[in-house]
């Protein structure tokens, strides 16, 4: 069994930039260690990736700060991590939820059995858009979410969005 490791969003802006929170950077340490424990050619990222008119797209109308605009410090990943994580495995995203990286899942799926954990940010939006997502893509392959190394946008946003990926069949540790 293949294990598989997905790291979320784990962008400065999101750290400790224009979104940034105590509780997210209080994860990092903790992400960097998960990374650590699992094979190179096994660990994909996501970035949340916005151009300058982000702010005239519906999520920057619902969401008035600009955040992970392409090619700013705020965008790039944490440097820490930036470095132990293949730039080939590293997805761009423009809103929530990959599909580039849930196909790259399907077709890793295709090849050998995968079990698939993600971490990063922020629970509520990013990481269980990505955890449904692939569970859409792929409903017979074990998916997990270490609870300790995500971070919502409030502690009860991250709660919450822990049972909502508990109630899809999304386990928890």
Known sequence: MRRVLIVIDM????????LGTKEAESIVEGVIEKILKYPKEDTFATMDTHKESYLNSQEGKNLPIPHCIENTVGWELHPDIAKIIKSENIFKKPSFGSVDLA???????????????????????????????????LPEVKISVDSNCCAGVSVEKHNAAIETLRSCQVEIK
């Not at 962008?11 to 224009?18: A, C, E, K, L, R």
Request: proline share 0%.
């Open 11 to 18: 962008q400065n802006d999101f750290i400790d930039g224009s």
């Open 103 to 137: 196909n790259k899942m399907l077709e890793l799926s295709k090849a050998e059995d995968i079990e698939i954990e993600l971490v990063g940010l922020c629970t509520d939006i990013c990481v269980v858009s990505n955890a449904l997502l692939i569970k859409a893509f």
